[in-house]
């Protein structure tokens, strides 16, 4: 049975604070790790990785895999209210072609 | 917006009605994905279709549930005779074609059961 676990699986901190969000997975016929911020509706992409140490980053998000010990992380920097939101993980099992998603991390961020 | 969308955004039924929701993907993605999410919970998969063909269901579908995508294009996934435990998000969710793991969700149909 799949299996993803992400945490914390809540974080509030101060805005310009910088956090670490984990992501930990046993996925069969694993391909990817997707990472997704979801506000109110729709998850929405924020990352795709695919090989272990290579950091992916836009603006103040970054990700990097590590595919021996089977988790990812993901970073924000200098955080704004606006990065207030779920973060999903999703492993992508390619043999029954499908994304395996955590919990997600609820993270707050205070003016 | 030429993005992924859905329709109705919400629906309120009463329990053992039917109800059928809609998806629009974005119109070059040959992949086409259904998950469900309750709250507090990531989102769980229930089927997919490359063109029209259904090729993965997952055990959480039961027969109460039918998805469709006759022509390759839009999808509906319908529920007979709702039960209070279907209430939740049905998100629908597109990708290019087999290899792009990358899938772009539309914003959902929340589904409650009174």
């Known amino acids: 049975e799949d299996k993803v676990v992400q945490s914390p699986l809540s974080l509030v901190v101060h805005e310009g604070d910088t956090v670490t969000l984990n992501c930990s997975y046993e996925?069969?016929?694993?391909?990817?790790l997707l990472w997704y911020k979801q506000e109110k509706k729709a998850p929405t992409f924020l990352f795709m990785l695919?090989?272990?140490?290579i950091e992916k980053k836009s603006g103040r998000l970054s990700s990097i895999l590590d595919k021996k010990e089977l988790f990812s992380i993901l970073n924000i920097t200098a955080t704004q209210t606006g990065d207030s939101a779920v973060y999903l993980c999703?492993?992508?099992?390619?043999?029954?072609?499908?994304?395996?998603f955590g919990q997600g991390t609820r993270l707050t961020i205070n003016p | 917006d030429t993005g992924v969308s859905q329709d109705p955004r919400h629906k309120i039924t009463k329990r053992g009605q039917n109800v059928t929701f809609r998806c629009d993907p974005i119109?070059?993605?040959?992949?086409l994905y259904w998950y469900r999410q309750t709250l507090g919970q990531g989102p769980e998969f229930l089927t997919y279709?490359?063109?029209?063909?259904?090729?993965?269901k997952s055990r959480l579908l039961s027969d109460r549930f039918s998805a469709e995508r006759p022509k390759g294009s839009f999808s509906t996934l319908e529920i007979q005779r709702t039960e209070q435990g279907d209430s939740a998000m049905y998100l629908c969710?597109?990708?290019?074609?087999?290899?792009?793991?990358?899938?772009?969700f539309g914003p959902g149909t929340r589904l409650t059961v009174t």
């Open positions: 279709f490359q063109n029209e063909a259904q090729l993965e």
């Open positions: 969710a597109s990708s290019l074609a087999r290899g792009h793991d990358e899938q772009y």
């Open positions: 999703g492993p992508y099992n390619q043999g029954a072609q499908k994304l395996v």
């Open positions: 996925v069969t016929n694993f391909r990817s």
């Open positions: 695919t090989s272990s140490g």
């Open positions: 119109s070059e993605h040959n992949r």
